[in-house]
């Protein structure tokens, strides 16, 4: 490979998580990697002391006009938003802060924050970069990053996630969701649900869900009743928590992803829009 090619591929999986979880959207994360190799093939490379720094400035740059625009999309957005469900292997749920970072409570709070904030953030606290490196990506002095930075913090730290559960305690809430969607029998998942659970629905308008939030056991559990007979479950991990995929005569219906702390299910999030299931039916085509 000539050394801009080697360059791009020796980080694109660094770039790919910083524009996804800037946006929240793999495709759209797709589409910014595609722009940060067409204006970092143009670079002259003797020009540029670090790689890694400068691909990440184009790609931070990049994401941040993307952001922009999806924000004004989701201001008429049907219904609740959740970002696009993004396949990670089993074991990226031993690495605690990756997990996390990539995971829909937490990309959730990330969409709170102002664009810039959110960027500052992601590269400060998910990637450990320094000031200055994150001052040339979002194109402010370092005086104002630290600010920004300091901010942030304290507004995801006011409503931050609770702490990750064990392997175990995934697996075993995992297996109660299969099978009571299964059997229809749903008192070992209520026995594990927190009373304060709470189901997440994105239809975006195209798919039947629900419009708001669905909060405590009971309402949780009638929401669950109501769940049809389906093809076929297919357990996954997708965003570092367990999670099932619904097929519907073959084809991806909808995943849900279930966040438990504490040994109990304190979140479902179930994404129906099919925008949001498309790159996630190609792969788990490709792995059948």
Known sequence: MDPATEAFVAHRNLLFTVAYEMLGSAADAEDVLQETWLRWAGVD?????????????ITTRQALDRLRALDRRKESY???WLPEPLLT????AEDVELAE???????LVLETLAPTERAVFVLREVFALEYEEIAEAVDKSQAAVRQIA????????????RGAASAAQARDALTAFQRAVETGDLQPLLDILAPDVVFISDGGGRRQAALVPVVGMDRVA???ARIPALTSLRPAHVNGYPALIFHV???????VAVRVDDGRITGLYA?????KLSRLERETTLHR
Do not use: Y
């Open 45 to 57: 490379l003797d020009t540029v002391r670090d790689h890694r720094a400068f691909l990440v400035k």
């Open 78 to 80: 049907v219904g609740p």
């Open 89 to 92: 292997a089993p074991d990226v």
């Open 101 to 107: 970072s990539v995971s829909m409570a937490m990309l």
């Open 150 to 161: 300091h901010r942030a913090r304290a507004h995801v730290a006011a409503r931050r996630p």
């Open 222 to 224: 009638e929401v669950l």
């Open 249 to 255: 005569d073959g084809e991806v219906d909808t995943v």
């Open 271 to 275: 994404v129906r829009n099919p925008d």
